[in-house]
């Protein structure tokens, strides 16, 4: 359960971002409510890790704010802050040979007290959080002896086992086969049913956005950004504006997709 029954509310007000003197993200003022998916898009360098950054307070904006559960996360205590809000950076580096249980448990470190011995719930966390992504089995390996894949879905565990109810995601897709791609997202899903949740998750396939989020953030890079339920977003002129390249949206047996226009293809 959450920290003291609150929900993980997330929003920005009149945020600013810059990378040097490229303004990325001009007064952003929304709201990331419980019970919602959002999908952080846009082209390579339009601000999407340094959105998640800032929204998980590793990083300053050039100006606004985060707020969240209506206190602003600047104002946070470090070790209260662990436990409201998870983090999957885009890549991880393992320095040391550790089981992948073992690096799993790292992320519930914000709930250990006294000695700083895990208990059995932490572990039962742990090993919920390997399963639901099909990786019990891999729990005893050494960690640096893993996929880019794998790796990447340890990376999902570890943060889902923190049971935070905020969970940013930097592209949490990253290395995975279409397979995975869907497993990982179904979870994200199914965790979102058990309590008060939000996930915020950058990814750069809009066609699995579309059907797994519940809203989007499409970011151009140079300030603009547009919000809003994901297929009010996602739709064929915006990512066509966006992404500087003419989509189409084709329909068939219920399903849509967004490809690239015929003629600029042949």
């Given at each position: 359960?959450?920290?003291?029954g ?52 590793f ?23 662990a436990?409201?809000r ?6 991880t ?22 000695w ?13 959080a ?15 002896s ?27 897709l ?6 995975h ?48 339920p ?10 066509s ?13 219920g ?12």
């Amino acid at each position: 359960m959450s920290e003291g029954g609150m929900n993980g509310a997330l929003s920005t007000e009149a945020l600013v971002l810059r990378a040097g003197e490229r303004l990325l993200l001009d007064g952003l003022t929304q709201r990331f409510g419980t019970g919602e998916i959002w999908c952080v898009a846009g082209p390579n360098g339009a601000g999407k890790t340094t959105l998640i950054s800032t929204l998980a307070g590793f990083l300053r904006p050039a100006a606004g704010h985060v707020v969240l559960d209506g206190e602003r996360l600047d104002k946070w205590p470090s070790a209260r802050l662990a436990r409201r809000r998870a983090l999957m950076p885009q890549s991880t580096h393992d320095a040391f040979s550790a089981s992948v249980l073992d690096v799993v448990l790292l992320n519930r470190y914000p709930y250990l007290s006294g000695w700083g011995w895990e208990a059995e719930s932490d572990r039962a966390a742990v090993l919920a959080a390997l399963e639901a992504l099909s990786l019990g089995a891999l729990a005893a390996r050494d960690v640096r002896s893993l996929s880019g894949g794998e790796r990447q879905r340890v990376s999902l565990a570890a943060a889902l086992s923190q049971d935070a109810p905020l969970l940013l995601l930097d592209e949490p897709l990253a290395h995975l086969d279409l397979h995975h791609q869907i497993e990982c997202l179904t979870t994200l899903v199914s965790w979102m049913k058990g309590a008060p949740r939000t996930i915020v998750f950058s990814c750069h396939d809009l066609n699995l956005a579309r059907r797994f989020a519940t809203h989007a953030l499409l970011m151009d890079g140079a300030g603009a950004a547009y919000a809003g339920p994901v297929t009010d977003v996602l739709t064929p002129g915006l990512a066509s504006r966006v992404f500087g390249y003419p989509l189409v949206l084709i329909r068939q047996d219920g399903y849509e997709a967004l490809v690239p226009a015929l003629a600029h293809v042949l």
